[in-house]
């Protein structure tokens, strides 16, 4: 599935904000990114070179750079029991006010997801704050420039910003044809991952999308990964299940599995 999100609440001016701090970011000198290259942390986060990440096995690399940090206050504090993904950002030195810019911006969308949650719940005929405790930690981010990706996300749910007059996204449908996700002025995009769809035993489906950007220019799109609590187990809700239709995965806790899909993206460029 995958969805505009429109009436979001998200003050105007955190995404142009956002936006001229990620194009600040990426346009440091190369060795000032590598400095803070993802594949120095144990935990997944920082700067991801051109081909430094690989969602689709069948590429050699991913066409583009991105950003990644997780959850931090902005006093500074992280969370200290993220089990493997345990750690604090990192962030570019000479770049004042960057991280204050981006902590804003996540923030403000982990509180948009968080208000998405009982929707599903009530979706999936279970009481609306049946997600509230599983809920409560983890979100991850992403500030990826430029793009040619074909991949799923990990998390439960992606909401995504993408430049309104860049189009890029496509959705791989049921016909294994790829159609363009158009850009809605004002709104965000929001699609499934894989931690819905072993919860519901694919009655919620991961989307397949990619972003193909041939319009000769850089793009940018500001992805948010949200997930579960890393702790929780991703076993199939007992409503998703019937003799007609057993539980398709492994159970597994949340953040085994995410890890284990950020290996796979990362190894190729170790």
């Known amino acids: 599935m995958i969805a505009p999100v429109k009436n979001h609440g998200i003050p105007q001016h955190i995404i142009p904000q956002t936006l001229q701090a990620s194009k600040e970011f990426f ?13 120095k942390s144990s935990n997944f986060k920082g700067y991801t070179a051109l081909l430094g990440e690989n969602t689709n096995p069948e590429n050699r690399g991913d066409l583009h750079e991105g950003f990644d940090i997780g959850w931090e206050a902005l006093d500074g504090s992280s969370r200290t029991d ?5 750690g604090e950002n ?3 030195e000479g770049l004042p006010g960057f991280r204050e810019t981006v902590l804003e911006y996540y923030h403000a969308v982990v509180s948009l997801g968080k208000s998405l949650f009982p929707l599903f719940a009530l979706a999936l005929a279970l009481p609306e704050n049946f ?8 979100a991850r981010t992403a500030s990826p ?26 959705v791989l449908n049921n016909d294994g044809k790829w159609v363009d996700a158009v850009p809605i002025p004002g709104t965000f995009v929001l699609n499934l ?9 694919d009655i919620f489906k991961s989307t397949v999308h990619r972003a193909v950007n041939r319009s000769g220019v ?24 019937s003799e007609d239709n057993p539980a398709k995965y492994e159970v597994v806790t949340a ?8 290996e796979a993206t990362y190894a190729h460029s170790k």
Request: glycine content about 4%; overall charge negative; charged content about 25%.
């Open 27 to 39: 346009r440091l000198p190369q060795e000032t990114k590598s400095a803070i290259d993802i594949h």
């Open 82 to 86: 993220d089990g493997a993904m345990t």
């Open 90 to 92: 990192v962030w570019p």
């Open 131 to 138: 997600f509230d405790d599983k809920s409560t930690y983890h």
């Open 145 to 170: 420039s430029a793009e040619r990706v074909s991949f799923r996300s990990y998390e439960c749910f992606t909401i995504l910003w993408q430049e309104n007059d860049i189009q890029a996204l496509q």
């Open 193 to 201: 991952g894989d931690q819905f769809a072993r919860w519901t035993n």
């Open 218 to 241: 850089e793009r940018y799109s500001i992805p948010l990964f949200f997930g579960t609590n890393y702790d929780v187990k991703l076993e199939a809700l007992p409503s998703c299940v």
């Open 255 to 262: 953040g085994e599995y995410v890890k284990s899909r950020l």
